[in-house]
């Protein structure tokens, strides 16, 4: 992944050369950005939604990285400002109780997002997906560290 990362780096700060080289490569890519393919495929390279970390087996947004998605009362980027990891549950059934000061818990819906729950790290790169409160604790205490107290 630090490979790609570095070449796609060293890319870009190829493209700005004044080189003429670098400037004809420029100017073609300019031309592909017209294709809907290539514009999607660079602009999840550079932003990094591309990347999947392996988190081990499970729904195929494990380990991805959650794009912008509307929800009824916003988008999501706009509650991930905070810096902190976030729990978004579309059914409301599940909590964050004794990770409250690093997991913010947010109940709200997307027409987007096909999944009961989904327990995101600062990165916006998906940890956990399901709708049963014992996993989501495991996953809360391997991210987030020990509950501040335990539940009652």
Known sequence: MAA??????????????AAAGPQAVRRLVSELMEFEDVKRYLTE?????????????????????????????GTLYDLMRTGRG??????????????????????????????PAVLLRPDGHVAWVGDMQAELDTQL????????RERA
Not at 4 to 17: F, G, K, P, Y
Not at 51 to 61: K, P, S, T
């Open 4 to 17: 790609d990362v570095l070449d796609n780096t060293r890319a870009q700060a190829e493209l700005i050369s």
């Open 45 to 73: 390279k550079i932003t990094a939604i591309s990347i999947r970390y392996d988190f081990g087996e499970g729904d195929d947004l494990l380990g991805r990285r959650l794009r912008d998605i509307a929800l009824t009362r």
């Open 86 to 115: 976030l729990l978004l549950d579309q059914g409301g059934q599940l909590s964050v109780d004794g990770w409250n000061d690093r997991v913010d818990y947010v109940v709200d819906t997307s027409a987007e997002l096909d999944a």
């Open 141 to 148: 205490s391997k991210w987030f560290g020990r509950p501040a």
